[in-house]
């Protein structure tokens, strides 16, 4: 079945950078994008970028152009989002989640990130 | 990008009542709509995709519509389970957007 398993809390400090993983199984991981998107507390949901396993090829929100990074491991069918100079408006739980024909059917459990000094 | 607004952002209905959510872009997106269900603590749940088709395993009281610029999602007969927030999402361009959400609460 599939599954997608995120690492868990991180607390930075401002300034800082952080890096979520997002381990998949139960699919073909260099068969589809997968996407990350955050909620910040009692907000809505906010996309941020995708990449392709594939090929390694992203695209990003232009909010975390030059500030996010995603990349992938394929040989542990894992894929990475690495957001830097990172401030207090960036605590949020941040999901990985798997596109199907355009749509995010599986997505991780999130991971909480929390910026404070 | 592509604007999604939501209405209304909140709402109170009872167990039973149909309840409809609109989705309204700010360009013409084809039927490249989806709507998520998200509880408390949750992932959000994917309901519909491409405006209208049902995802495996979700209830047939939900039925989704709409095409260009305007989308409805409608529960029919409002169950317990179905309190929670909804999102409406496009993916006609490369950069998704979602829109800001609709909280069903409880009358």
């Known amino acids: 079945q599939v599954h997608l398993e995120q690492s868990g809390t991180e607390v930075k400090k401002p300034g800082a950078s952080v890096k979520v993983s997002c381990k998949t199984s139960g699919f073909t991981f260099t068969g589809y994008y997968i996407h990350w998107v955050r909620q910040a507390p009692g907000q809505g949901l906010e996309w941020m970028g995708r990449?392709?396993?594939?090929?390694?090829?992203?695209n990003y929100a232009e909010k975390f152009e030059g500030r996010v990074s995603m990349t992938r491991d394929t040989s542990i069918n894992t894929a990475y989002m690495e957001l830097s100079s990172l401030r207090s408006d960036d605590t949020a739980i941040y999901f990985c989640?798997?596109?199907?024909?355009?749509?995010?059917?599986?997505w991780g459990q999130g991971t909480l990130v929390t910026v404070s000094s | 990008d592509i604007q999604l607004t939501q209405s209304p952002s909140s709402l109170s209905a009872s167990v039973g009542d149909r309840v409809t959510i609109t989705c309204r872009a700010s360009q013409n997106i084809l039927t490249y709509l989806n709507w998520y269900q998200q509880k408390p603590g949750r992932a959000p749940d994917l309901l519909i995709y491409d405006s209208s088709s049902l995802q495996s395993g979700v209830p047939s009281r939900f039925s989704g519509s709409g095409s260009g610029t305007d989308f409805n999602l409608t529960i029919n007969t409002l169950e317990s389970e179905d309190f929670a927030t909804y999102y409406c999402?496009?993916?006609?361009?490369?950069?998704?957007?979602f829109g800001q959400g609709t909280k069903v609460e409880i009358k």
């Open positions: 990449i392709h396993p594939h090929s390694g090829g992203t």
């Open positions: 989640a798997r596109d199907d024909n355009t749509a995010a059917a599986f």
């Open positions: 999402q496009q993916s006609y361009t490369t950069r998704w957007t």
